[in-house]
């Protein structure tokens, strides 16, 4: 974040007054914003010795803003988390990243009961929040590799993957993204998705900061909310889920009230072209469907001036310099149309994954490609068109749930005997979360979310359906067969009309 620290502090020189952060509490100028980011890096400074690692409770604010660029000042790396965080995940992270100090507010150090024998250094920072820190000299960022930003991602597995990724990469996407978008500069951005992604890390913060505009902030998800900011702030671009742009367009008055953005991106989960241009239409934008991952950021883009069925039905183009491609089960690409495995390669590529304090290299194929894990196909024209996951994920709302870590959480029930949780479609998210239970004792949705409450299981991975069931499908050779297990599920919810 040296980078951008760096531009901010010539910003604050030359023109101090230029707001830098819209958020909940008002506007806060560049000048404002920079000397509390300098604040918070004396702070450091004073109670640890060297460049740290940062752990930061990431929210909606100008605070995020200043301690990125406090981090970058220190020439440290940061490390996003959500409020939401439980501490399981905080002790995760704690694991993965071993910072040199966590800034939150009281509440959230409470929550995830810091340590205060191990970060035993206290100061009070930005207007309240608490930094706490272990003295001394810390860990370095040498052992990042190049490393300034990580985030924690739901995966595709059942630990949460902590992407450590540099601060090219993230120049490299937001400055290809401002490019294709046609963004000018100064041009207002909304950072509308929570700051503790990746993806929204560099697309919601870095990229605004580094066009010279302002950040327009939703601290809180409300779509009429949302729409009334965007219009008074005249925004020009943001990127959302498909959920999230689908729900601006169901606020009643919406219509032709986006006319001051020049696009909207759209990605991170499964998209309906129909529902998308009705949405679009009635919004008096254009949305661009785009593929990319936490691993590889945004690598994939349609351009405003594209036909509606490019942008809204296919997944764009590589950016420039990046290689997306499609292989067969030899490895071998395959011929333009036909389905296999998505691969890229490319400058906004991560540098691994957090593990015991340093990134754990990916695994790349021989001549430098990250397999994605998600089925696809390219056209003549080079578009993707991104078809569904090699592996078991439902992507609700734009998050991705791991079937597996779900199915073990329900097996543990005391009152299901075997279980299989599966997708059901849904206009509005995408996909919800359903799962058919064999039961010795009767349990229903209630009782199954009571019950994985009290185990502690993330409320965001609840089943939304339950279904009680005499047996499993299964195969020839008795193997659950899931895709009849989808089907069934699926009509199930349309026979009993079962409203999540």
């Known amino acids: 974040m040296r980078k951008l620290a760096q531009e901010l502090e010539i910003r604050a020189a030359t023109d101090p007054d230029a707001v830098l952060v819209v958020d909940g509490t008002g506007d806060h100028t560049v000048g404002e914003v920079v000397a509390a980011a300098r604040r918070l890096a004396d702070a450091l400074g004073e109670v640890t010795d060297g460049a740290p690692t940062v752990l930061l ?150 990229l605004p900061a580094l066009l010279g505009g302002s950040q327009v902030c939703l601290e809180k998800w409300n779509p009429a909310e949302a729409l009334d900011l965007m219009e008074s702030r005249r925004v020009a671009w943001t990127m959302l889920v498909p959920t999230m742009a689908l729900q601006l367009s169901l606020v009643p008055g919406s219509e032709g009230r986006l006319s001051s953005l020049r696009a909207m991106t759209v990605g991170g989960g499964p998209m309906n072209a129909v529902a998308l241009e009705r949405a679009e239409r009635a919004l008096g934008t254009r949305f661009l469907r785009v593929f990319g991952m936490s691993e590889c950021l945004g690598h994939t883009s349609p351009r405003p001036d594209d036909d509606a069925s490019v942008r809204l039905g296919r997944d764009g183009r590589p950016f420039p310099g990046t290689d997306v491609r ?69 992507i609700r709302g734009g998050r991705n749930i791991d079937v597996n870590e779900v199915e073990a959480a329900l097996a543990d029930l005391p009152q299901v005997a075997q279980v299989c949780v599966v997708p059901v479609p849904d206009e509005l998210l995408g996909e919800r979360v359903a799962a058919l239970l064999v039961t010795v004792e009767p349990i229903d949705l209630a009782g199954v979310q009571r019950g994985l409450e009290a185990a502690g299981f993330p409320k965001a991975k609840w089943p939304e359906v339950v279904h009680v069931v005499p047996d499993l499908p299964q195969n020839r050779v008795g193997k659950l067969n899931r895709s009849e297990a989808v089907a069934l599920a699926a009509r199930l919810v349309a026979d009993r009309a079962v409203s999540p």
Not at 149 to 160: D, E, F, L
Not at 193 to 202: H, N, Q
Not at 338 to 346: D, K, M, N, W
Not at 356 to 369: A, H, K
Request: hydrophobic residues 40%.
């Open 57 to 206: 409770q990431a929210d909606n604010t100008w605070r995020t803003m200043a301690t990125a660029l406090a981090v970058g000042m220190r020439g440290g790396l940061v490390t996003v988390m959500s409020h939401h965080a439980t501490r399981g995940e905080f002790e995760l992270a704690l694991e993965d990243v071993a910072p040199d100090a966590v800034v939150a507010s009281p509440e959230i150090v409470e929550r995830w009961e810091v340590d205060e024998g191990d970060l035993a250094a206290y100061r009070e920072v930005l207007q309240g929040w608490d930094l706490r820190a272990r003295p001394g000299t810390t860990a370095g960022v040498e052992r990042w590799g190049g490393g300034v930003a990580i985030a924690m991602t739901s995966g595709s597995t059942g630990r949460p993957k902590c992407v450590v990724q540099s601060e090219d990469a993230l120049r490299y996407a937001a400055r290809t993204t401002i490019d294709l978008v046609g963004l000018r500069p100064g041009d207002p951005v909304a950072a509308l998705v929570p700051l503790s992604s990746v993806a929204a890390f560099c697309f919601g913060l870095y």
């Open 326 to 394: 499609v292989v067969g089960e030899d490895g071998r690409p395959v011929a333009p149309g036909r389905e296999g495995r998505l691969q890229v390669s490319g400058p906004s590529l991560f540098l691994g994954y957090a593990r015991e304090g340093r990134p754990q290299r990916p695994d790349l194929t021989d001549d430098g490609f990250l397999p994605t894990g998600d089925l696809g196909r390219i056209d003549e024209g080079g578009f993707l068109q991104v078809s569904g996951r090699e592996k078991q994920v439902i």
